[in-house]
């Protein structure tokens, strides 16, 4: 069955460092992944997309990688702040279902 | 521009009730979706439905769980005979096209079952 797995342990970083959030998955080949922030109690905010034809995609401050060979998105946060806290959920669509699947998402603490 | 709604924010159910969770999708976006939050797991998906159409319910349990998005009004998504299992966090959300684009999702309506 599709599995799709992130760090499942908290990240600590000092503001102003770059988070790297890692999203690896296995039994599928999606064709578009997306990721999303989650604060406690609230909805997931949807980030970044990325198709599978597009090695990188950059947004502000949001850098995503997607690598369909090693089966592994890298969400990136450069110049983090305290306010970037959140977890982040990956969610790489199954083609053949046509569904996006949740990663159970990392959580990402940025130190002031 | 409201962003997608959902009611009530916290809902109490005895074992046995209905539960009736609502969700107004954004102004213009005609696909809805309704997830399921445990703690500590990921978003499963449950349904999938277009305006008076149900498009992929793979993920609803084939008992006591159905969902509608009828012409006019809310997407109501309704737990008949609650059991305590069925406490979670219930979110909906909504896109202006196929599930391979962004999704915009409401506040979530945490169930408790007691």
């Known amino acids: 069955s599709q599995k799709i797995e992130q760090n499942s342990e908290a990240l600590n970083i000092q503001e102003g460092k770059t988070a790297t959030l890692t999203c690896n998955y296995t039994n599928y080949s999606p064709a578009y992944l997306q990721w999303y922030r989650q604060d406690p109690g609230r909805g997931p905010v949807f980030l970044l997309l990325i198709r599978e034809n597009e090695k990188e995609k950059r947004k502000e401050r949001l850098k995503v990688t997607f690598d369909t060979t090693l089966k592994q998105s890298l969400f990136h946060i450069t110049a983090s702040q305290p306010a970037d806290s959140a977890t982040y959920l990956c969610?790489?669509?199954?083609?053949?279902?046509?569904?996006?699947?949740f990663g159970t998402g990392t959580l990402l603490a940025v130190q002031p | 521009n409201a962003g997608v709604m959902q009611n009530p924010r916290h809902l109490v159910r005895r074992r046995g009730q209905e539960a009736r969770l609502r969700c107004s999708p954004m102004k213009g976006h005609s696909h809805v979706y309704w997830y399921r939050q445990l703690p500590e797991e990921g978003l499963k998906f449950m349904v999938y439905?277009?305006?008076?159409?149900?498009?992929?319910e793979s993920g609803m349990p084939k008992e006591r769980f159905s969902a509608e998005f009828p012409k006019e009004g809310p997407s109501i998504l309704r737990i008949q005979q609650v059991v305590r299992g069925d406490s979670a966090a219930y979110f909906c959300?909504?896109?202006?096209?196929?599930?391979?684009?962004?999704?915009?999702f409401g506040p979530g309506t945490r169930l408790t079952v007691t």
């Open positions: 959300a909504s896109s202006p096209e196929t599930v391979a684009y962004e999704q915009y």
């Open positions: 969610a790489p669509l199954d083609g053949a279902t046509n569904k996006l699947i």
């Open positions: 439905l277009q305006k008076e159409n149900i498009i992929d």
